[in-house]
């Protein structure tokens, strides 16, 4: 069950990393580094968040059952 959990979760970063990938290059490639930054932060917290909310349902998985 772990060993799905995690591949579930490694699935879900890369699959965010590589839909960023072509919003951070064409954005630093105009020259736009501002939106670059601006999607580097949102991209950080967006997966911040997505780990805690994964954490916090496996810890409460874990104590109640």
Do not use: D, H, W
């Not at 736009?32 to 805690?52: H, M, P």
């Amino acid at each position: 069950i772990v060993m799905k959990i995690n591949a579930i979760a490694i699935a879900v970063f890369v699959g965010v990393a590589q839909g960023a990938q072509p919003m951070i290059g064409f954005n630093y490639g105009a020259k736009q580094y501002e939106r670059v930054i601006n999607a580097v932060r949102k991209i950080t917290l967006s997966l911040l968040f997505i780990f805690c909310v994964v954490i916090l349902f496996l810890f409460i998985y874990v104590v109640c059952f």
